[in-house]
């Protein structure tokens, strides 16, 4: 679904992809770790064609997304939904204004089907009935699920979850985790999930990849993480401040 092949780029003279290679089968719910600040968000927005790579290739379906043009890149867009860690909602519309925006903006559809389509999602969610709340009256884990509302209204092939637990009690982290799992399983979406939050990982992950020093360094299922000697993957998954990883980057 997703293939990733020796991603190079490079901001003021700093090296953030040097070489990034991985992929992500259809289907499949596949998290990236690794520190902050590592380059895993800059990965997530040469998937979406937001930025261009110094080198290497990005096919999505099939299709090289590195070399389209903004027409090509609109069109491949229409198959992601993306879930921003703050969520990156509208303050200024409503609930139902800010998941009907991108139906409104690319489906143009009729706004009966509109309405029934929001109520949907925001249904799956957990959220029915909320359409009238304006956004200040929500708490952080109901803008995390507004977005996601969001983001599957579009009905994507493909879901990017930018840190989606970032900031949430434990208890809603479990639930967005729950989500996740559920969208994978209700919709059959394909997911790349960007976090560093340990215990989300095996709650969610088919598939692990660690970003450390601008390459992927190791990948493999949560049990196969739980088993790991590799030091760099060791050190991170326990959180140790001794090992390769130094507490001063």
């Known amino acids: 679904m997703i293939v990733v092949d020796n991603l190079y780029k490079r901001f003021n003279h700093h090296d953030v992809l040097r070489g990034v290679s991985f992929s992500v089968n259809r289907g499949e719910t596949a998290v990236v770790i690794g520190r ?3 380059g895993k968000s800059v990965l997530l927005k040469h998937i979406l064609g937001l930025m261009k790579p110094d080198s290497g290739s990005i ?3 099939g299709e090289e997304i590195t070399t389209m043009d903004h027409i090509g890149l ?3 867009r229409c ?3 993306m879930l921003f860690q703050g969520a990156a909602l509208f303050d200024s519309l409503n609930v139902y204004e800010n998941v ?3 139906l409104r903006r690319v489906r143009k559809q009729p706004e009966r089907d509109i309405r029934e389509k929001v109520a949907k999602v925001l249904s799956q969610v957990g959220l ?3 359409e009238e709340k304006s956004i200040s009256d929500l708490s952080g884990g109901m803008r995390k699920r507004v977005g996601l ?3 599957i209204a579009m009905d994507p092939e493909i879901l990017l979850y930018d840190e989606p637990t970032t900031g949430l009690d434990p208890i809603m982290s479990r639930a967005i985790d729950e989500l996740i799992v559920k969208m994978k399983q209700e919709l059959n979406v394909t997911s790349i999930v960007i976090t560093h ?8 992950a088919g598939r692990v990849f660690m970003m450390h020093d601008g390459v992927i360094i190791d990948g493999g299922t949560p049990e196969e993480l739980k088993r790991t000697e590799h030091p760099v993957l060791r050190q991170f998954i326990d959180g140790a401040t001794e090992g390769p990883i130094s507490v001063y980057q």
């Open 36 to 38: 902050s600040g590592c």
């Open 59 to 61: 096919r999505v379906t």
């Open 74 to 76: 609109d069109r491949m």
């Open 79 to 81: 198959k992601f939904g």
């Open 100 to 102: 009907s925006f991108g």
């Open 128 to 130: 029915p009935g909320i």
């Open 149 to 151: 509302a969001r983001a």
């Open 197 to 204: 939050d340990i215990t989300s990982v095996f709650r969610v």
